[in-house]
């Protein structure tokens, strides 16, 4: 349009015929669908099942723009409207202000900027590449092996499923890469491995965290008390054991490649084109690995596993906390690879800063996913839990609906541990109360958690995979979800089974 006036190019850009039609009939459905939400009263929202309709509204929006920040953005102000009506910029305000000023958010921010720095520092050193070629020469180029081992580190590392993510991302995409495979089937290995096994582990960030809210409930004594109801639970996450199952035969090519991740392969394969990847191939990306410098030609594969055991002993000795781990590990490997004369300070000071700008745009993602956790709290959405185990008429179908219900609301939005925090404490009042199989139904409640941290195309846990492998979040929700489906199906008939059997 050639024409400076403000006014002109308004007039122009807003017409509809201007406007690509499939955004007009997006954006008009948007409007619609908010005039609806201000219109609907707060004491008819509060506690009810209207808390998730602007969630089927996000899930509309990045279904068609394939655009993962703005459909939780716009998503989360349609959640405002709905509670806080003309005082939604307001309350959506106050609420960013509070998950900033939080000191485990400020933490976990933290976390993921200084291991973004470390991972790009890992690049720059030729560490990775060392990795890579040390694998390659003593395997050999198999996809089965590496896919198979990425899942077995995942798994092994999951003490911290962030952690384990992005280290194994870091770790095994240049491996992908070398054999010319799908960084895509390596984010659906990763990302399913990392989560569900850390919820098996008592000791695992997940695990850790669920011992807790089963401990706050009014009914358990202790935390003793809590680990032993947990370690009863264990056998009866059907999910993870289902989907981390699918995941490794995968790995090992005997669940074939469906759907998009077929896709994924054909053009690797044929076209050499990585889908998804954050880069289209045109450019090489800043982190990457030089091979002319001279500094970093000889590399020893050390430099990558000295810097991940180091953030694993830290995570272990700090009491799982991740800041103190990374910020322990952001100095041990700036020593490490400085006194090799890998870098120099300068050069490693900016590995830790172009690690910050990389990670922005998901932790970002991350800070406004706990704001709409904030108003969703605030609606009632402790009250809703409650009101559905109420309305369930048998006792032996509790295991089967709230697997089934809770895993439809998180594929919409994974709350993730606020899902817990407001769940397990009155699950354990009121199973115990109608003689309920309790360790079945944390069992369910805690799958249905994990299907929605794998399957939901905004949760944390993807953005984070995504990022690791180099990989677009929406592609990898498409590739990763007919897998997350196959395995969600069947530990809803496993719970609907048991709960008849048990």
């Known amino acids: 349009m050639e024409t400076a006036n403000i006014f002109k190019r308004i007039g122009y850009c807003m017409n509809p015929k ?30 009810s099942i209207l808390i998730f309709v602007p969630l089927a509204g996000l899930f509309v929006y990045a279904l068609v723009t394939k655009d993962v920040m703005s459909s939780l953005l716009m998503g989360t102000l349609s959640m405002y409207i709905l509670w806080y009506k003309g005082g939604f910029l307001n309350g959506f305000m106050k609420d960013t202000l509070s998950s900033l000023a939080d000191s485990e958010n400020i933490e976990m921010y933290m976390s993921f900027f200084l291991c973004g720095g470390i991972i790009i ?3 720059r050193s030729g560490a990775t590449n060392a990795f890579t070629n040390f694998v390659t020469s003593h395997f050999g180029k198999s996809e089965k092996a590496i896919l198979a081992t990425s899942g077995i580190y995942a798994g092994a590392t999951s003490i911290d499923d962030y952690v384990s993510a992005l280290t194994a991302g870091a770790a095994f995409s240049p491996l992908v890469d070398a054999i010319q495979k799908p960084r895509l089937a390596l984010a659906y290995v990763v990302r399913t491995l990392s989560i569900n096994v850390s919820e098996l582990l008592p000791v695992g960030a997940w695990g850790y965290f669920v011992v807790y809210q089963i401990a706050a409930a009014k009914n358990v004594p202790n935390r003793a008390a809590a680990t032993h109801i947990f370690i009863q639970t264990i056998p009866f996450m059907f999910y993870a054991i289902v989907a981390c199952v699918i995941a490794m035969l995968f790995a090992v090519g005997v669940v074939p490649k469906i759907g998009k991740m077929k ?4 053009m690797i394969e044929e076209d050499g084109v990585q889908m998804g990847a954050l880069t ?18 000889y590399c020893s594969v050390l430099n990558l596993v000295l810097p991940i055991v180091c953030i694993v002993v830290a995570l272990i000795a700090s009491g799982l906390d991740c800041f103190v781990a990374f910020m322990v590990a952001t100095v041990f490997t700036g020593v490490l690879y400085v006194c090799q004369g890998l870098f120099t300070i300068q050069e490693y000071v900016q590995c830790i800063v172009d690690g910050f700008i990389d990670m ?3 932790v970002i993602i991350l800070m406004i996913g706990y704001i709409m956790q904030n108003v969703m709290y605030s609606m009632g959405m402790e009250a809703f839990v409650h009101s559905v185990l109420g309305g369930i008429p048998m006792v032996n179908l ?7 219900f809770f895993s439809l609301t998180e594929y919409l939005y994974s709350l993730n541990y606020t899902l817990y925090q407001i769940a397990i404490p009155v699950l354990m009042v009121v199973l115990t109360k109608i003689g309920a199989n309790v360790p079945l139904c944390l069992g369910a409640l805690i799958s249905a958690g994990l299907f929605g941290a794998n399957a939901c195309v905004v949760s944390d846990l993807g953005v984070i995979s995504a990022r690791a492998c180099r990989v677009k979040i929406y592609e990898q929700y498409e590739t990763s979800l007919p897998y997350f489906i196959i395995a969600d199906a069947i530990s809803a008939v496993l719970y609907l089974i048991a709960g008849f059997v048990l």
């Not at 191939?281 to 982190?287: A, D, K, P």
């Open 360 to 362: 922005c745009d998901m």
């Open 398 to 404: 509790i295991p089967f609906i709230l697997f089934v």
């Open 121 to 123: 520092a890992m690049k």
């Open 280 to 297: 289209d191939g045109s450019e090489s990306e800043e982190e990457d690995y030089d091979p002319d410098n001279p500094r970093t030609k």
């Open 263 to 266: 896709e994924a392969y054909r």
């Open 18 to 47: 201007h406007i690509d039609k499939k955004m007009v009939k997006l954006w008009t459905f948007w409007i619609i669908l908010n005039v609806i939400l201000w219109l609907i009263p707060q004491s008819v929202t509060k506690g």
